[in-house]
């Protein structure tokens, strides 16, 4: 659900009422523009989304897949994903006696080492591509990741 | 057996492998890219990998990506499927150098069967006919011996055309000379090289291929032929088992032909030997198709035999399930496959696209393999196969006629497809009374409805 | 459909007030602006209706069913519209030389014979509901009707 | 043979005789109520017309509108489906008077078979065994005497009772008595009446039906039987064929015994005959069928037979297509039915409504009948059947796995269905080492996912 509005007094509850049309009404999506007076109602007719949903339910009881961003990906102003470009497992160092490349808080610049992403026995050096601070890391240490999963949530500066 | 697969490919054969192993009671990994994230084969599956974006050659040719998605899934067998990886035998190579089982032959014999000129000499080995032809003529003189060996009536083809350019067909011996000097001619203008070859020329030939299967302890058999004659350029549309072409006895005669080569080159796992069918009712070997084959169901529904559980099961190193029982072996009944694809009817041009609306077909005899669903995008990356509509019955006028209804029932809307096309090819005439040659679709004209 | 509105204050309201619309029409998107006076419906054509239609549009090549009222039904204010009770012939006169029981223009009265649904041999009387003029009638002399399908269109009075 | 048939019924049934009637080359014609304009049935056949309103009784029960549906489009044959009409022997006489087809037997043979006592009386007449039982008991002596003969256990049943109310079961001749005055007690407490009868008591028995096919010019042949045990309250609610109760022996020894029977009793057209086998492998008729079954559909899987083709063939005075061979006549391979249902899986209780997801299983082996699609409403007028998915294997157990696969990926959404439930009862360790009897469903407990 998208809703835009201007005034943040009264927001979440308007948030709280839309979000009940929504319910009530079996809509898809409520856009809703204050000052222009811009409204926006979709309502999905079909269910395809819902099936999927559905077969996974179903199908994938434990291992849902996360979803795949194909690139570093900035989804709010100054905060960037970095994302495995490989299948393989995660390793946040070089190796098992040795400290980890980076971690919370550590400020990064634009090419520094993160971390090491193996596949097929050769150790793949991924590097950051912003300069920043690393505000969480998402992958497990000796984990498998998949392609296009986030691995580190960096705060640009 | 194995305890877990991972299978590298996607859509409807994706699918097909993921019900194998659920019903051998193997676990299943899928991997999938970007654009696949929603497909069924990626919700499905037991496991699933993203390896890579949409691109077929980032993901499922991406050799590392599936391997390291085996690795960290710990599956221990891997099924390419068909298409992708499936004939890439340093792929197979790969899967046995990192200790994964790869669900097909070993890596040497796809090189040998795989490869179009090994292949040939193989089975010329093993006393089966290819097309009598020859290699790129130096004189006159050679190609009008050759012509006479070959007999009438031949066909000169461009040693760098393809796909029917720079062809020339040659029914009189007197003509054989100045249809040479022609063709010489256009090949040099068209491609930039005279070379040119003699074959025989078939008429009307049928396209017949014998499915294989192979266990690792020197047993095989080859389980009944399918007619696979409508093609347009190479690309099979309809499919039959079994051939009403062939009485009982060619159909031993063939079968027999077939596993004895097959013993004496050693093959294991499934296969297809696929050939040409003359007028006169010989057999002229083509390739070899080294990996499970999208028209596997025809067979599937004549024999009872499911081909994919076979495919794993002989992996793992069981025997044979069947033996073709010293030529008493029989299909049961007859089976047409129609392939269903996103596709403009008149144009043939893709339509990749939003599914809006969707009614399978059902009833008795009715077999659908499809990945799509209402709501699905079919993505413009990949092939355009939506589903495998197979139809089985006891004879091939009922099966037809199953076939007939069973397409007026299918509904796929928000895309084009060849639903229409496949209607209107059940019921033309030459189809119905089996008059079928790898001609037919040049002969066949589609009516916009 | 248009949509008008009054005040930007109330914008809620035609939340709710669009919503019922969306779903009424079984719209797939309602878009409104008020400044520009910009207006945009959206009804997806996919989905279960669409593919009856393409059943239909497929199987079913001329003799598509006609709507199926359940009974006298009044559409607008005063037409109704007398539909039959029974699968059957239609006949507007009692015999082939027999003048039609009534014509477009007849004024008819509750209870008097509009004309005859032949079932399994038997003629049943169809009497008209209301008191009105004729002003259509919808069946041909002679031919077959549903259950439900309307014969006369009677503007009442 | 017939140009018109009309299909005098809705849902699964009248798709599956569409598709027949399609394969067939004989148009069709769909008869609904005003709450089925859009069911597949309306959509899918050559012609519709709507009959009545929503309520069964005065549409698909409604006789005269139904005779007059097909008198307006000129249809020279009735289906009737199972249900609704398809044994109402007033209706087949109807049919007949009015110079139509009734694809069935006739009305006679349909009171005859259709009615349980004359049924039993026909069935003993031809040397079919019933259940050992008396008729009302005047006195204890007469109760005594009785149950000496029939031998213990008995079951006391109350003649106004049903549904297993005002039984009481007797293992040992001591307690006979008292046992007859606490049900007399009970029956006249409960129902208003103290007569009561006595019937032998089957500890574990199983329901196997035999499917019947006769012609009219005096061939008959039983073409195989199915397990129907597993039932709720009369319900069935999974099918398989054959069942592993009968050796081959007993299958051709119950086969002879049914086509001798039906031979006497004249029978044409399809029909079911309904025993109850008991733990010493007693067979023990209960009553017929005179129509097609809801079941119908896992004998064709394993004889090949199409029995709605043979049914409209056998209609319209052909020959049966087939025959039991003397003997010789086996099942190939295992299939079995489950009945998806609009049903609350806990408290069984209808659940119609829109269907706002749906996928179908498929693949190898699979079958699906059903007339619901993504959209469609569940209507809550009529019967809950939403689908029947019948798959079929070289035998049981793989067969039980195929349909635990097929049950995995079928998705319906937005109502209440029985899905759960059957993926459980597949798994059911009774089930899948075929331990079944009528009362396997009291043991069976549901448990919430």
């Known amino acids: ?86 299948v393989g497992t995660f390793y946040r160092a070089s190796g098992p006696d040795t400290a980890p490349f980076v971690d919370v808080g550590t400020r990064v610049k634009k090419g520094q080492i993160l971390c090491i992403v193996e596949a097929m026995k050769l150790m793949n050096e991924i590097e950051s591509e912003v300069d920043g601070v690393i505000v969480q890391i998402l992958a497990q240490n000796g984990h498998a990741v998949e392609y296009g999963e986030p691995l580190y949530k960096v705060k640009q500066e | 057996m194995f305890k877990k697969v991972l299978i590298a490919n996607r859509g409807e054969i994706a699918l097909r492998v993921i019900r194998a192993c659920r019903e051998l009671g193997i676990a299943s990994v899928a991997v999938h890219s970007v654009a696949d994230t929603n497909a069924l084969h990626t919700r499905f599956a037991d496991e699933s990998v993203c390896i890579g974006p949409a691109s077929a050659a980032q993901s499922y040719l991406h050799i590392p990506a599936i391997i390291s998605a085996a690795e960290i899934t710990g599956a221990d067998a891997i099924h390419p499927g068909y298409g992708f990886l499936s004939e890439n035998a340093d792929f197979a190579e790969t899967c046995e150098k990192c200790g994964i089982a790869f669900i097909g032959p070993t890596a040497k014999l796809m090189r040998l069967m795989g490869g179009k000129i090994s292949a ?55 003509k054989l000379i100045g249809q ?33 299967v192979a266990d690792t302890h020197g047993n095989c058999a080859a ?64 390739e070899m198709n080294t990996r499970i084959q999208v028209e596997h169901t025809v067979t599937e529904m004549v024999t009872g035999l499911d081909l994919v559980r076979e495919q794993i099961n002989l992996a793992a190193g069981h025997r044979l399930s069947m033996t073709t029982d010293g030529g008493r072996f029989r299909p049961r009944g007859y ?3 129609c392939r269903i694809n996103a596709e403009d009817p008149e144009t043939f041009a893709p339509s990749p696209g939003r599914i809006t609306a969707l009614n399978l077909p059902g009833g008795f005899g009715v077999r659908v393999d499809t990945h799509v669903y209402e709501g699905y995008v079919v993505p413009p990356h990949y092939d355009s196969l939506l589903a495998k509509l197979v139809v089985h019955a006891e004879d091939r006028p009922a099966a037809i ?7 007026g029932e299918f509904v796929i809307e928000g895309i084009k497809t060849n639903l229409e096309f496949h209607r209107q090819l059940v019921r033309h005439p030459d189809f119905v009374s089996g008059k079928l040659d790898t001609h037919f679709m040049e002969r066949f004209q589609f009516v916009k409805p």
């Open chain 2, 401 to 407: 006629r199953r076939m007939a209804r069973a397409l």
């Open chain 2, 120 to 174: 040939r000499a193989a089975m010329t080995a093993a006393g089966i006919p290819i097309l009598p032809g020859t290699g790129l003529l130096e004189t006159d003189q050679q190609a009008i011996s050759a012509a006479h060996e070959i007999g009438f009536p031949i066909i000169i083809k461009a040693s760098a055309g393809g796909g029917g350019r720079g062809m020339k067909i040659v029914r009189d011996a007197d």
């Open chain 2, 223 to 286: 389980v009944g032929e399918r007619e696979c004659s409508i093609q347009r350029r190479h690309q099979k549309l309809l499919e039959e088992a079994p051939s009403i072409a062939l009485s009982d006895i060619q159909r031993d005669e063939l079968r027999t032909l077939c596993e004895r080569a097959i013993a004496q080159v050693g093959y294991t796992n499934v296969g297809t030997l696929e050939f040409l069918l003359d007028e006169k009712g010989r057999f002229y070997f083509m």
């Open chain 1, 1 to 86: 659900m998208k809703a835009k509005k201007k005034s943040a007094s009264s927001s979440m509850d308007d948030v709280e009422a839309l979000a009940k049309l929504l319910k009530k009404h079996e809509l898809s999506e409520i856009e809703l523009e204050r000052s222009g007076v811009r409204i926006r109602l979709r309502r999905d007719l079909g269910g395809a989304g819902h099936m999927v949903e559905g077969m996974q339910a179903m199908t994938l009881p434990a291992s849902a897949a996360p979803p795949a961003p194909t690139a570093t990906e900035v989804t709010d102003g100054n905060i960037s994903y970095i994302t495995s470009p490989f």
């Open chain 2, 335 to 337: 089976a047409i496959e």
């Open chain 2, 180 to 212: 040479l000097e022609t063709a010489r001619a256009e090949a040099l203008a068209g491609f930039g090289s005279a070379a040119v070859y003699l074959e025989r020329y078939l008429e009307a030939p049928r396209h017949i291929e014998v499915q294989i």
